[in-house]
Structure formats: C-alpha cells, structure tokens
C-alpha cells in the first residue's frame, strides 16, 4: 500500500481595510515610527474595526476564498481547524461556527489554541487526519483580532500586532510532497513572561480585573525576544538535520512575523540568505496564528512545485517548532496575493 502524505493544495487570505500606521500609534502613545521601525520592523497593521465583527468573520472570508481557489465544494470538506487565540466567544468554537458559515454539512471542527505557534500545531494535526486515509479535503485556518486583546495605552505591546486570517487546503497524496517533517515543542517556562492575566478560570472577569486592564497581552520583551530565538533556530536547525537538507537546498524559510530583530537573528543563525525569507511584518504586523499562512497567501505566486519550505513559530507557553513542507504546485501569478485582495472583498 502507498504511504499517504498531506499535500498543501491552496490557500486563501483576508486583511481588514482599516489600515493603522506607526503616525497613528504615536498619538495614542509616546512612540514614534523611527523606534517602532528599528525596534520591531512594523510600518502598519491592519485592524478589524467594524462592529460586531470578530475571528471567525476573517476566517470565513479567508476560507471562502480558498474553496473557491480550489474549486471545492462545502459537501467534500470533511474537518475544519482553526487556530485561534482569539475566538468569537468562550464557546461555541469558532470552527464551528465558520462550518455553519461557508454551509459545511460533513464536517467536524474545532479550535486550536497555541497562541503564535497554533497554525503550526494545526497544521501538523491535520496531515495527521489525512495520513490517516479517513480524510480527503481539510481546511486550517490561522485567524487572530489580535485588537481585541491589546491595549492600547501600552506602548510596549499595542504597535506589535494586527488582525489577519489565512488558510490552507490539505489534501492526500502518494507523491513526494506536502508536510513531510514537524518539531514541535512545550515546555511551560513562559507563563509568567507572555499572558492575559485574566479571564480564564483561575482570575474570573470582574470589575477589578476591567479597572486594571487585566483582559490584555502582558510581555517581557527581551525575554521571549531570548527564548523565541534560540527555540525557533533550535528547531529549525533540527529539521534539517533530520530530513539531511543543506542550506542551499531550501527555497524558503517562513518565520513567525513577530519582530524583524528575531526574524533576522534566527536567519542569521541559520545561514539562510534574506533573499530566502519570507518577510511582510512591514505590512501586518503580528498577527498570531495567521502569521505563517498569510506569508504564504502574500508570497504564493513565487512558489513552484518541490520548492522545500520551513515554517517556523514561537509563542506564549512557551511553544515553538518548525515543519518542513514540500510545495506540491506551481503557483499561477493570477492566484498571488495581489489577486487575492481583490477576492477577499466578495462575501
């Protein structure tokens, strides 16, 4: 019997209009663009700003997007994964809510939630589903409104991050490509460093907790700057050797869109040339878990068939890792991203 493998068969994206620059920031803060710009790499960030409007509107546009790309019909979608550190609500999961949504009547669905590294994570889970041989079409989605959870009279965290979704179509295959490898790590050393204080079951919401805007990311900068570094070229590292690559064998590797100083220091570490990075921090900021699939929406009309991708992440937990992809088509220029901004407009 032919081993099954999970091959990336198209991708589908969605950015907010609103679009909020560095000069915008700098009157809610006491920041300008030049630090914004040295120290973290951000010129603007797009901002879901509509009311009544959360995750899982992104995601159905993102998603959307990509059935129609792959021509597939809401009957054949058997699973749907979201990657979410921001749903719509506590529960129902935001899955399934986008199930309902696109019209999904056969497939099951739920969240995933490891913050940063989530689509990472997801998308490893789902080529598991396919290599199960139970599983023909999956959507994964990374999703965040990131705006939802900053606050923005911090001026240590509200000029990092945006609002984005993106997805990827994973269908089987018995050729050589798709997800081929994955290193995926948790070690729980950061909670005390990158967390939402309350919330959740241990501090329930409360007058107090809204007072003290405790409903917000809090982050030791230079620490998880340290960890994100040595763990995401750690893993990467890994994958190479594991899957014997050389440097000049790999086409692109795809970062976490977290800060350009760690995008740099974790491709210097690796001897990858920048020409081989994908980089659109500039443009979006972090925006989570949608981070590695919107690289990918951005930059899909320069893959082509073979070409060997690293995708790596880091995020609060802490939880990190790298997989490596093989892409399994040619992508048609009329697919790129440029195109795509123009289908993320249609409902």
């Known amino acids: 019997m032919e081993q099954i493998n999970a091959v990336i068969t198209g991708v589908g994206g969605y950015v907010p209009d609103y679009i909020l620059t560095n000069d915008e920031i700098s009157k809610m803060v006491d920041t300008t663009d030049e630090w914004i710009m040295g120290r973290i790499g951000i010129k603007e960030r797009r901002i879901l700003n509509e009311e009544g409007r959360g995750t899982s509107y992104m995601a159905r546009k993102a998603a959307k997007q990509l059935m129609q790309r792959t021509k597939s019909d809401p009957e054949d979608i058997d699973l749907v ?7 719509d609500y506590r529960l129902p999961s935001t899955a399934s809510i986008l199930c309902e949504r696109l019209g999904l009547k056969r497939a099951f669905a739920f969240d995933m939630q490891a913050v940063c590294s989530g689509f990472l994570y997801a998308l490893e889970t789902g080529a598991n589903f396919i290599r199960s041989g139970n599983y023909k079409k999956i959507i994964v989605v990374g999703a965040d ?5 900053i606050d923005y009279t911090d001026r240590a ?6 609002d984005g979704a993106a997805a990827f179509m994973l269908e ?18 950061g909670l005390p460093f990158l967390h939402i204080k309350a919330g959740g079951s241990v ?27 040595a763990n995401m070229s750690s893993a990467c590292e890994s994958i190479i050797e594991r899957n014997h690559l050389s440097k000049d064998e790999l086409a692109w590797v795809i970062p976490h869109q977290a800060n350009q100083r760690i995008i740099s220091a974790v491709t210097q570490r690796l001897e990858v040339p920048s020409e081989k990075v994908m980089v659109n921090i500039e443009r979006y900021g972090n925006t989570s878990a949608a981070t590695l699939p919107l690289c990918i929406w951005d930059f899909e009309n320069k893959l082509k068939k073979g070409d060997k991708l690293i995708f790596t ?11 490596y992809v093989k892409w399994g088509y040619d992508s ?10 123009n289908l993320q407009k249609t409902e």
Not at 176 to 186: E, K, Q, W
Not at 332 to 341: L, P
Request: charged share 15%; net charge negative; proline share 5%.
């Open 81 to 87: 994964i979201v990657a979410t550190t921001t749903p």
């Open 145 to 149: 409104k990131m705006s939802s959870i």
């Open 157 to 162: 965290t509200c000029p990092i991050f945006g």
């Open 172 to 189: 089987p295959t018995t050729e050589d490509y798709g997800v081929m490898d994955a290193v995926l790590r948790t070690d729980g050393k």
């Open 203 to 229: 501090c329930a919401p409360s007058y107090y907790t809204m007072d003290n805007h405790m409903h917000y990311i809090y982050q030791e900068g230079r620490t998880v700057f340290k960890y994100a570094v």
């Open 313 to 323: 992440a880091f995020g609060a937990g802490f939880a990190w890792g790298a997989v």
């Open 332 to 341: 048609d220029t009329s697919s790129s991203a440029k195109s795509g901004q």
